[in-house]
């Protein structure tokens, strides 16, 4: 009798990835149909200004703020934009949309990467 255990190990393991990568494919589906996502990182700052007498140059400093700050590349540029406690509350949604998005391409992007490493026989550096 012939043993096929690593060809069912092999198998096993193709229809793991199949698996794995159809979720993440019907995730990013649903991130898409879930509606707008905007790119970028939203920070709330506190900053200090250029008044020399000003409380922001205290000891200890009492900064102005907050301000919520939305930044992302456009043609290689990095663009910030001011945004109100409205606009961030109205918009919050999408920027969480576009960091879902992100993280489930970058997990697809791995699994495709790992499954064609071992299918290659690829070191694991790349």
């Not at 707008?36 to 020399?52: D, E, S």
């Not at 205290?58 to 540029?77: C, E, F, M, S, V």
Request: proline share 6%; charged share 25%; aromatic share 6%.
């Amino acid at each position: 009798m012939q043993d096929n255990g690593p060809v069912s190990e092999a198998a096993q393991r193709s229809e793991e990835v199949e698996r794995a990568r159809r979720a993440l494919a019907d995730e990013i589906a649903t991130i898409a149909a879930a509606g707008a996502l905007l790119p970028g990182t939203v920070l709330v700052r506190f900053m200090g200004c250029g008044n020399p007498n000003c409380r922001c140059k205290a000891d200890p400093p009492q900064l102005h703020g907050p301000y919520n700050q939305w930044t992302r590349k456009i043609a290689g540029r990095t663009r910030t934009r001011r945004l109100t406690d409205d606009e961030l509350a109205r918009y919050g949604p999408w920027f969480d949309n576009a960091k879902r998005l992100r993280d489930a391409v970058a997990q697809l992007e791995a699994l495709c990467l790992q499954a064609a490493s071992e299918a290659e026989g690829w070191p694991a550096d790349g």
